[in-house]
């Protein structure tokens, strides 16, 4: 369980500050986060962006977490931040009173079970991109007033962009809290992967075989050429139609073989359908990934999914009853 996470190390009590560059790196920082209190048993209290705390969950559930038993269980509680800040907000001000009657209500009865709190908030961060620094310093104090009450573990994140745009406002945040975690970031590819974005346009096959073939070409790996672009094109196809959003098409070189790899924005899984001729061709791509890669598989993540292939040149004399359709 949380394989895929690695951990993040905030110690109990703690109110920690994150600035991030891309929501994908916010999700892998905060799901660790919250995972960690997850598998120990604690409660969790996310208030965030629908749209973040969706990507969250999309994480954890990747990563081995069973996300609808714990809320089923009221130990994974989700809030609008937006609701959040309403609830508590008097004539463009937070409201202290309010605050304790609504945020530390809640806070109060996660705590009753007597199990630690982790709580992910950014209705300050809210706050900060509408320009109401003050306002996100009030609410910032209003947690740390909380905390001198109650025992809980805060971690706060903020948008690197919105932060740099405010004269010492990433010193004024961090003067808030305890600790800051760091971003995390991908490492850079090795010089033997090449990875390129593509639109979802009946261009895209034909470009991205162009694009594999002209790094294996490089790589001179060309006894999996035709295999590697024949498994490109299904892959690719798939993603178009469940996706309908921009992918990215990754080719990578192994000691021994090739990986290709198609990332698109749906999370939803491609499926084996019986290899029978009389069934609709649609879903017998796989089929042909199959008989063409040592291995393959696929990994949900919390930006959609990513399918893979590993092909070696066992694959020889195996391509010449297959032809990419465009």
């Not at 620094?133 to 740390?144: C, F, T």
């Not at 649609?282 to 590993?310: C, F, P, Q, S, Y």
């Amino acid at each position: 369980m949380l394989a895929d996470l690695d951990d993040i190390a905030v110690e109990a009590g703690q109110h920690v500050v994150h600035f991030y560059e891309r929501d994908e790196n916010l999700a892998l920082a905060v799901s660790s986060f919250l995972g960690a209190g997850l598998v120990a048993g604690e409660s969790v209290l996310v208030v965030a962006t629908p749209a973040h705390s969706d990507a969250f969950d999309a994480v954890l559930v990747a990563a081995g977490i069973d996300v609808p038993t714990a809320r089923a269980a009221g130990k994974y509680r989700s809030v609008d931040a937006s609701k959040g800040l309403a609830s508590f907000m008097v004539d463009g001000r937070p409201d202290t009173e309010r605050f304790d009657a609504s945020v530390g209500a809640t806070v109060a009865e996660l705590s009753a079970s007597g199990t630690p709190v982790r709580i992910y908030g950014e209705m300050v961060a809210l706050l900060w991109e509408q320009g109401d620094v003050e306002g996100a310093m009030a609410v910032e104090e209003q947690w740390n007033d909380l905390g001198r009450r109650s025992l809980f573990t805060l971690f706060c994140a903020y948008p690197s962009g919105s932060v740099a745009g405010t004269p010492r406002g990433r010193h004024r945040i961090c003067q808030h809290h305890s600790a800051v975690v760091a971003e995390r970031r991908s490492p850079p590819a090795p010089p033997d992967e090449r990875t390129r974005r593509f639109e979802p346009t009946v261009f895209a096959a034909p470009a991205a075989r162009r694009f594999v073939t002209e790094a294996l070409h490089g790589w001179g790996r060309h006894a999996v050429l035709d295999a590697t672009e024949l498994v490109v094109s299904e892959m690719v196809t798939n993603a178009i139609r469940h996706g309908g959003r921009p992918f990215r098409v990754s080719v990578s070189v192994l000691a021994d073989a090739v990986r290709v790899s198609v990332t698109d924005p749906s999370p939803k899984l491609p499926t084996l359908r019986p290899d029978d001729p009389e069934v609709a061709t649609g879903g017998r791509g796989l089929h042909l990934i199959a008989a063409l890669a040592r291995r393959w598989g696929t990994h949900v993540h919390n930006g959609g999914k990513t399918v893979w292939a590993e092909i070696d040149e066992s694959v020889r004399g195996r391509t010449d009853i297959y032809r990419p359709a465009d």
